[in-house]
Structure formats: structure tokens, C-alpha cells
């Protein structure tokens, strides 16, 4: 019988510890991607004018008459533009180096963080298209950030590549800085985290004036095929959500006062936590 072969431990080798590479900055590069403009930095389409004024009616109008606006990852400052044209006080948020420098040569107020925004808490936060560059676990920190500067009444609105729709994967992953994929059951889970309640949650909208008004008969008709379409959706595939063939999330967040009184965590002891100078 042939004896087992001998084991002979490998030769010990030293092997050098290599630092990983440092993160690249890809904010310029991202930036020409986007093909944002610097001389278009400001300046809203039709088409983004057109779904600014259609949020503001739908969930807004309630607001006081110039409400205290920020606006987090303005990106080429499509909404502060808007926001300006129509008087209200608006405050940026954005990382992006080249992004700041345009709103400050803008005559906008911005910073990196909403860490160096003081003063009176916000009436209306919007974020457009932010959260899914967040991994998961940074964005209920982050929207508690928010809340803790959001005034009794007020709103945040985001929206978000629709994680539970086929038709958002587009969005999704068609970007290579996402980081996250968010749903509306997801959204519901981590506002409850941090004291804030969905008021609304499904579809993006798609206002029927955007564009010219030749085109109106085309937008009614799209828009009837997917009403259409979703309930016959919800219908075969059931149970599905309300806006599951939007490819974008569009959710409204609220203070939840209820949450507040049970912790005994008042708004104005939220506030207190943080520096109130004026701007």
C-alpha cells in the first residue's frame, strides 16, 4: 500500500499592505455627463416649469404665501430658478464643487451640507432625484437631518427611481452613482425611523401642459392608456401598488406630530438642538 503523500506546508512569503486607492472625485465628470451647462444654471425649462407648477398646486398651494425653501442636490438649479422667478427665499444643497461655485455666481445661498444651514426651520424641502445616490444606510440619518429643519407645517418632497416598478430600472441603473434602491414600502419603513409620515406616496405626476399645445391630444391620450394600463396591471398581478408602471417615486413627507407627542420630543426642542441665527 503507497503511503499517503507528505503535506509540506508552503513557503511563508510577506506580502506588503497596499492602501486601496483613494475614492475618485467624479463631480466634473458627472456634471458634463448630466450635460448641465453652466450658462443654463438657473434658467428652468418649459418642461421642468411646467411639473414645478404642477407639484406646487398638488401638494403645496397650502403653503404660507413666500415659503422658506431648500432645495437638496440642486444639481444645475432647475428649481431654484423656478423659486426665484416666483419671489421665495430658496437655499441650496450640493456636493458637487463646480455645481456650488455657478449657484454662487447665481447669487444663490448654498452650502455642502444641511449641517451649515441655520436659521428659521424650512417651510418646503425638495429633494429631486438625491436618495438613491445614498447607500441605504446613510439615508434615515439624512432625513432625520431634514426633518430637524423642517418647520411644524412643513413638507419634504422627493422623488426617486420607482424600485418597484419595471420601468424604473432605466433610472435606476442607467446612472453609475446610484447607490440605493428605494420603494415605497421601503420609504414607509425608514420615515417611520425618524419621526416623519407619508402623506403621499405613489406616481410621479406628468402634467399634460408640458410642451407645446399641439401636442395636448398625444399627452391625454398617454395618459388615459396609463390609467388604463395600471389598473389592468394591478388587476392581473395583483397585489401590486398604486404607481407601479411610473418609473419614478414621488412621495410627500410630513412631520408625524403623534410620534413627537409619544416621545415627548416637542418641535421646538427639535429646533433647539441647533443654531437659530438669523441667515
Avoid at 63 to 69: C, E, G, K, Y
Avoid at 156 to 172: A, E, M
Avoid at 240 to 262: H, I, K, M, T
Wanted: charged share 25%; with cysteine; glycine share 6%.
Amino acid at each position: 500500500m503507497k503511503p499517503y503523500p507528505r503535506y509540506e506546508r508552503p513557503r511563508c512569503c510577506v506580502v506588503e499592505a497596499v492602501a486601496p486607492p483613494a475614492e475618485p472625485d467624479l463631480s466634473d465628470a458627472y456634471t458634463e455627463w448630466k450635460s448641465w451647462r453652466s450658462e443654463d444654471f438657473g434658467h428652468p425649462t418649459a418642461q421642468a416649469s411646467a411639473y414645478f407648477d404642477a407639484l406646487w398646486r398638488r401638494f403645496v398651494s397650502e403653503s404660507p404665501a413666500t415659503p422658506r425653501v431648500l432645495d437638496v442636490g440642486f444639481g444645475n438649479g432647475q428649481f431654484l430658478g423656478w423659486c426665484r422667478q416666483r419671489g421665495m427665499p430658496v437655499f441650496g444643497i450640493e456636493t458637487a464643487e463646480a455645481l456650488l461655485a455657478r449657484a454662487r455666481a447665481a447669487g444663490f445661498d448654498c452650502a455642502e451640507s444641511p449641517d451649515a444651514m441655520h436659521g428659521k426651520p424650512f417651510d418646503l424641502i425638495v429633494l429631486f432625484d438625491v436618495l438613491e445616490h445614498l447607500p441605504e444606510s446613510r439615508i434615515a440619518p439624512f432625513l432625520d437631518s431634514l426633518a430637524r429643519r423642517l418647520s411644524p407645517d412643513g413638507l419634504i418632497i422627493l422623488r426617486t427611481p420607482n424600485g418597484g416598478s419595471p420601468f424604473g430600472l432605466h433610472h435606476q441603473h442607467g446612472d453609475p452613482t446610484h447607490a440605493s434602491i428605494l420603494t415605497a414600502s421601503k420609504l414607509k419603513f425608514l420615515c417611520a425611523r425618524v419621526g416623519l409620515t407619508l402623506s403621499y406616496c405613489g406616481k410621479d405626476l406628468r402634467p399634460l401642459r408640458a410642451g407645446p399645445l399641439w401636442k395636448l391630444p398625444a399627452r391625454m391620450l398617454r395618459a388615459l392608456l396609463y390609467q388604463l394600463s395600471e389598473r389592468l396591471v394591478r388587476f392581473v398581478f395583483a397585489p401590486q401598488p398604486r404607481g407601479v408602471l411610473s418609473a419614478n417615486l414621488l412621495a410627500v413627507l410630513r412631520l408625524d406630530c403623534r410620534d413627537c407627542q409619544e416621545n415627548g420630543d416637542s418641535r421646538d426642542s427639535r429646533d433647539s438642538r441647533h443654531d437659530t441665527s438669523a441667515v
